[in-house]
T-cell receptor
């Protein structure tokens, strides 16, 4: 099992550009989480899917952010247009449904918006 | 307000020494508490999970305790190794099913020096 795979590992872009982050879930997992991590705020949940359906998107900062799950094993997080304050590490995590199921994280995408 | 606070913010110890990290929470309704280890440049990895009825759980040199009455948890690391250098994050799960919320602490940054 290769674990949760995120791409790219690093992204540097200019303000106003579109950014797309990608995530491949662990086979058999049906819950998908997108998190953003900064030094000041730690890990913040952006959106949570269960069985491909968005359950909680209250953490999505604003309309510039959107996330999709076109199938059970893949998800994208898009920022359009990007702003410098979006600079952070973005993590994707997957799990099986269940209160005691651990989240399995990818190694993140470090986004820098200049 | 659901909140998880960790202390100390950072800690430096010598290889071979023991240390204890603290986590205080105000989360309701409590479901479980989990400790994650996050190496630099990687995603968090689950170490232990504790439910309401459990007050201690070990994973190798890591031992977690939970006092549900005082809403406190600790993570004790025995005979520290250089590879223990990482951020340790306490997460409390509130609610259940699709209403589950994970409340993340900001972590304790541990440096183990030779």
């Amino acid at each position: 099992d290769a674990g949760v795979i995120q791409s790219p590992r690093h992204e540097v872009t200019e303000m106003g550009q579109e950014v797309t982050l990608r995530c491949k879930l662990i086979s058999g997992h049906n819950s998908l989480f997108w998190y953003r991590q900064t030094m000041m705020r730690g890990l913040e949940l952006l959106i949570y899917f269960n069985n491909n359906v968005p359950i909680d998107d209250s953490g999505m900062p604003e309309d510039r952010f959107s996330a999709k799950m076109p199938n059970a094993s893949f998800s994208t997080l898009k920022i359009q247009p990007s702003e410098p304050r979006d600079s952070a590490v973005y993590f994707c995590a997957s799990s099986v449904t269940g209160n005691n199921s651990p989240l399995h994280f990818g190694n993140g995408t470090r986004l820098t918006v200049t | 307000k659901n909140q998880v606070e960790q202390s100390p913010q950072s800690l430096i110890i010598l290889e071979g020494k023991n240390c204890t990290l603290q986590c205080n929470y105000t989360v309701s309704p409590f479901s479980n508490l989990r400790w994650y280890k996050q190496d630099t440049g990687r995603g968090p990895v689950s170490l232990t999970i504790m439910t309401f009825s459990e007050n201690t759980k070990s994973n190798g040199r890591y031992t977690a305790t939970l006092d549900a009455d005082t809403k406190q948890s600790s993570l004790h690391i025995t005979a520290s190794q250089l590879s223990d250098s990482a951020s340790y994050i306490c997460v409390v799960s509130a609610g259940a099913g699709n209403n589950r919320k994970l409340i993340w602490g900001l972590g304790t940054s541990l440096a183990v020096n030779p």
